[in-house]
């Protein structure tokens, strides 16, 4: 879970239009909120993925769902409140179900820092705050099959791959051979590597962390200094990792 970049409402959902499904919805029940121009805003605010669990929507069976961050049961008046809709994918929906986020809040990434409360351990969410905690409760998200089991896939992969780096660097910076090719093979390694750990990619927060937090990358970061081949590219590059990445403890 990573912490969300507000947008602003799409033209299309003027007040007036709001006043109107607002009341079609609660003399209905019609799901006024699935219109594209909806969606498509929300899914650009996410980078097209679950603001909750970060996998990539309408994917491999994950569609994306309009959520309601506080229940439209409870609080009809805000079906359509911009600032009340978030995307997510069907299983983090369904298990947070009806939860009343206002007389139980959890963790809303469009307005809260998942930093703040949330930390990994395990490849498992760990609660900074009770906050926190309940958000893992809530969503479910430490059920192993379901999420736990790809973040341990996806952060091992980066890790190794982060070791292979570290070996192919260290070798170039004992050459006395420093060729363009072996040069540019390294740059563009790290480079795709750390562009998994930025904010448009799936499951970021999982690669951000365990890259950041292993010691391999000061030593990489360092050789790569030394040899001149950090550059500014790479400084943006850690900076977005560092936007998206959670503690990790042992």
Known sequence: MIRLQDVPPPEELTDELVV???????STGKPVW??????????EMT??????????????GKYAE??????????PDEVLDWKNLIPING?????KGSHDTKNAPIINPR???????????GYRFKAKSEQGQLTIDVFNL?????????????????????EEIRDRLKDYDSSLSKTIPKRNNIVRRLRNLFYAGTPSAEYSS?????????????????????????????????????FCALDVKE
């Open 66 to 75: 309009v959520e309601h961050f506080h229940p439209k049961s409870l609080y």
């Open 111 to 121: 307005y809260d820092n998942p930093q703040e409360h949330l930390y990994f351990q």
């Open 206 to 242: 999982v690669v951000a962390s365990y890259l950041l937090h292993d010691d391999d990358f000061i030593v990489i970061k360092n050789l790569m200094q030394k040899n001149e081949l950090w550059d500014d590219e790479f400084e943006s590059l850690e900076m977005q990792m560092r």
């Open 34 to 43: 699935k219109k594209p121009f909806i969606t498509d805003k929300l899914l």
């Open 91 to 95: 299983a983090c929906n369904k298990s």
């Open 142 to 162: 430490n059920d192993r099959k379901q999420w736990v089991d790809k973040r341990y896939t996806i952060g091992i992969e980066a890790v190794e791959r982060l």
């Open 20 to 26: 109107q499904l607002t009341h079609e919805f609660k």
């Open 47 to 60: 980078h097209q993925k679950c603001a909750f669990s970060e996998c990539l929507l309408n994917q491999e």
